[in-house]
T-cell receptor, first 111, second 109 residues
């Protein structure tokens, strides 16, 4: 079972470059999320999507955009990367129950 | 606003019992969850409490007191593999899940 799959796993960007993190889930979940994790900061919610066609801001949305392409896919875009966006990014999904399933993470470094 | 407070670090010995506390403040409340994360890995679900009381799942138990905005995760018969970070999380509406900063548990032989 694939669960939540996100790509790329590792990426180095130069300041000002743009990139998109891709995420797909095969569990038929309605809700999808993007979190970032920095040392000592826990998981901070960037954006979430309650269902196909809807997206909402979380705690730290500035500098990011998202697209809920269909029920399976939820992408995160950095339009102009900054060193402050160096982090580990986790995509996640949840269904009717209160369990969130996470992808393996994407390590992003902005130099 | 929302906030979750949990200790940053806890150390215990193998075979012991450890309790990780979490206090929360949220405008709405739909339940308290706990997740485990090993270094370099993804968080994985441990337990969920929507109502007051104790939920037990094997060596792990979780407790909630909604009136006190407080919960804890209890780990019994600690094993070395339990060394990890533990996060409490609050769902404050049907889809917005927020996490605490995490508690790093170190289990010593």
């Amino acid at each position: 079972n694939a669960g939540v799959t996100q790509t790329p796993k590792f990426q180095v960007l130069k300041t000002g470059q743009s990139m998109t993190l891709q995420c797909a889930q095969d569990m038929n979940h309605n809700s999808m999320y993007w979190y970032r994790q920095d040392p000592g900061m826990g998981l901070r919610l960037i954006y979430y999507s309650a269902s196909e066609g809807t997206t909402d801001k979380g705690e730290v949305p500035n500098g990011y955009n998202v697209s809920r392409l269909n029920k399976r896919e939820f992408s995160l875009r950095l339009e102009s990367a900054a060193p402050s966006q160096t982090s580990v990014y986790f995509c996640a999904s949840s269904g009717m129950r209160n369990t969130i399933y996470f992808g393996e993470g994407s390590w992003l470094t902005v130099v | 606003g929302q906030s979750l407070e949990q200790p940053s670090e806890v150390t215990a010995v193998e075979g012991a019992i450890v309790q990780i506390n979490c206090t929360y403040q949220t405008s709405g409340f739909y339940g308290l969850s706990w997740y485990q994360q090993h270094d370099g890995g993804a968080p994985t679900f441990l337990s969920y409490n929507a109502l007051d009381g104790l939920e037990e799942t094997g060596r792990f138990s979780s407790f909630l007191s909604r009136s006190d905005s407080y919960g804890y995760l209890l780990l019994q018969e600690l094993q070395m593999k339990d060394s990890a970070s533990y996060f409490c999380a609050v769902r404050h509406n049907n889809n917005d899940m927020r996490f605490g900063a995490g508690t790093r548990l170190t289990v010593k032989p």
